[in-house]
């Protein structure tokens, strides 16, 4: 149990375009949906929390109107990447939490990432 | 600020024990987290402290002192696809976010 799901699993686009990630929870509902970004040997940076019909809570730095999240369901959240720029290029992790209260402590379960290049 | 400090990187030879350890300072506390997170891959979740002791999965285990803002993962009878980044992380008190240190890179040796 507990398997979180991202699609697509790699891209690669064009500078300028916009690119949709879906985060999904596949067997359990998930309160809270967190997404971050690594860079190579660099560890995971928190980009923004998501609560399922609310607003993201965006990190420090992080700009929101770039960064679009959408926490549409219990089983579901999107990050698009807007105008997207070779800076942009990075692994994309997304997390969901338990919503279970009987479950004990507050474990994040991982998506597989994307890696998105930019051209 | 939040601050979570581990070795960059460690080796150990096959069958080996390996002990990574991990300080923090943080604004407030609810819980650490250890992940292993293999190259190119999502961290995996490997063990969870909130009270001071250790605790024992297998091959691995963690241990926490609250008070000392210290914990270590140790590894035992390592084997060669143990070699992994392990990242350390502080869940802060009220919205379940983690902090996370920047990893620990663990090399196995035949």
């Known amino acids: 149990g507990a398997v979180v799901s991202q699609h697509p699993s790699w891209v690669i686009c064009k500078s300028g375009t916009s690119v949709k990630i879906e985060c999904r929870s596949l067997d359990f509902q998930a309160t809270t949906m967190f997404w971050y970004r690594q860079f190579p040997k660099q560890s995971l940076m928190l980009m923004a929390t998501s609560n399922e019909g609310s607003k993201a809570t965006y990190e420090q730095g992080v700009e929101k109107d770039k960064f679009l999240i959408n926490h549409a369901s219990l089983t579901l959240s999107t990050l698009t990447v807007t105008s997207a720029h070779p800076e942009d290029s990075s692994f994309y992790i997304c997390?969901?939490?338990?919503?279970?209260?009987?479950?004990?402590?507050?474990?994040?379960?991982f998506g597989p990432g994307t890696r998105l290049t930019v051209l | 600020g939040q601050n979570i400090d581990q070795p960059t990187e460690m080796t150990a030879t096959e069958g080996a024990i390996v002990q990574i350890n991990c300080t923090y300072q943080?604004?407030?506390?609810?819980?650490l987290f250890w992940y292993q997170q293999h190259a190119g891959e999502a961290p995996t979740f490997l063990s969870y402290n909130v009270l001071d002791g250790l605790e024992e999965k297998g091959r691995f285990s963690s241990f926490l002192s609250r008070s000392k803002g210290y914990s270590y993962l140790l590894l035992k009878e390592l084997q060669m696809k143990d070699s992994a980044s392990y990242l350390c992380a502080v869940s802060l008190d009220s919205n379940y976010q983690l902090i996370w240190g920047a990893g620990t890179k663990l090399i196995i040796k035949p």
């Open positions: 997390s969901a939490r338990w919503l279970d209260s009987s479950f004990s402590y507050n474990e994040q379960f």
């Open positions: 943080t604004s407030g506390f609810n819980g």
